[in-house]
């Protein structure tokens, strides 16, 4: 198969005499991107530019053109369009721009229609494209290895049209291929069953002086058979869009771990809030209590004295009745009572009493034991 694919691009370029490899620079890693061969005298114009931002992989663009500047083969930069039913609450819209308005897949042939205005050329007739088959089998296979809920979808139009150039009458076969996915999927704790769609155009312009398009198709066929990615390029290029893409969930996650932060910060912060009160409570509860039991304590001693008083009060009055008189032993804290008609009581430590009214009697050096003298209390 690849044998008779060479023979007949070798074949293509043999027709179209002396040739030259041209190239597109990605100016974003100053590589070659892309490789077209071309007919030697021929112009060419070419580049890469990046993609929208509904669908970011890079794209070239080129012109060729004949040295008189009648014969031309362009490709316009890639037109991209998204939109989704079913809806994600509080999906993030679109950035506005660079994305078509459109909210539904536009059939090749539609789109044609409007380019041919856009164009201002002229309708000719609808021309079916010669690899119409080869687009249709290659969705089939996208489709056969797309993942679950994933379908890819497109087809292919072209238009003959006319208009001039300086004067000189021209044709031009203005071709677009559309392709969609759409990609199922449910989202949310509620499972609710959004698809995402995303479409693409591609439009190529291939012209001729009136009369001689058909003639020109070799050349065109053999140079788009020509065009080639650089491996090296689109290795390089494959990895900046998976870092990116791992650099956006790496700063989803950490939004998410920051917004986790945040709550924990906050819940700790009212966590403390709540002990602090927590605290003050407690605090407010011991005042509150010890003020009772000091209010307490305090009556309660006020009783005591009250009744103290009032039992010391009866005691002295019933002593006093009975002519009696309490006495402290200052060495043994022992309170005793005898006749209050004695002033001063001694008492020696076999517990013999003695009672005097005299002021200068003492009893000790008399050889009948060591007196103390007792205390009067009232």
């Excluded at 691009?9 to 043999?14: G, S």
């Excluded at 969705?139 to 139009?157: C, E, F, H, Y």
């Excluded at 010890?290 to 010391?312: A, K, L, P």
């Amino acid at each position: 198969m690849w044998r008779s694919s060479l023979l007949i691009l070798a074949m293509a370029l043999t027709a179209m005499g002396a040739t030259r490899q041209v190239q597109a620079i990605d100016p974003m890693l100053n590589m070659r991107a892309y490789t077209w061969t071309i007919p030697s005298n021929w112009i060419f114009e070419g580049g890469v530019i990046n993609g929208s931002s509904c669908m970011g992989a890079p794209l070239p663009v080129f012109r060729m053109m004949s040295p008189d500047g009648i014969a031309e083969l362009k490709l316009l930069p890639r037109m991209d369009w998204t939109w989704q039913t079913g809806g994600i609450p509080n999906a993030p819209a679109r950035p506005p721009g660079d994305c078509l308005p459109l909210k539904r897949m536009i059939p090749a042939n539609e789109f044609l229609k409007y380019m041919v205005s856009m164009l201002g050329v002229t309708f000719v007739r609808d021309a079916p494209p010669p690899n119409a088959a080869e687009f249709q089998e290659s969705l089939r296979k996208a489709n056969a290895q797309a993942i679950p809920g994933m379908k890819v979808s497109g087809d292919a139009a072209r238009f003959l049209v006319t208009y001039n150039i300086n004067s000189i009458p021209v044709d031009e076969y203005l071709s677009v291929t559309v392709r969609c996915t759409e990609n199922t999927r449910r989202f949310g704790v509620n499972q609710v069953l959004t698809s995402l769609y995303a479409c693409s155009a591609w439009v190529q312009r291939a012209r001729a002086r009136q009369g001689q398009l058909e003639a020109m198709q070799g050349t065109y066929n053999a140079v788009g058979k020509s065009f080639a990615i650089d491996p090296q390029w689109n290795q390089k290029r494959t990895q900046m869009e998976i870092d990116k893409i791992h650099e956006q969930q790496r700063q989803g996650m950490e939004a998410i771990k920051q917004q986790g932060r945040q709550i924990a910060a906050a819940s700790q912060a009212r966590h403390e809030a709540f002990m602090q009160s927590q605290a003050m409570r407690q605090r407010q509860h011991e005042q509150f209590l010890s003020t009772m039991q000091r209010g307490t304590n305090m009556s309660m001693n006020r009783t005591q004295e009250s009744m103290n008083s009032r039992s010391r009060a009866a005691g002295d009055w019933a002593d006093y009745a009975l002519d009696q008189q309490k006495r402290l032993d200052p060495r043994t804290g022992e309170i005793t009572k005898d006749s209050s008609a004695y002033s001063y009581t001694w008492v020696n430590d076999a517990g013999k009493r003695m009672q005097t009214n005299d002021v200068n009697e003492n009893p000790n050096g008399r050889g009948s034991g060591n007196w103390t003298l007792q205390q009067n209390v009232h």
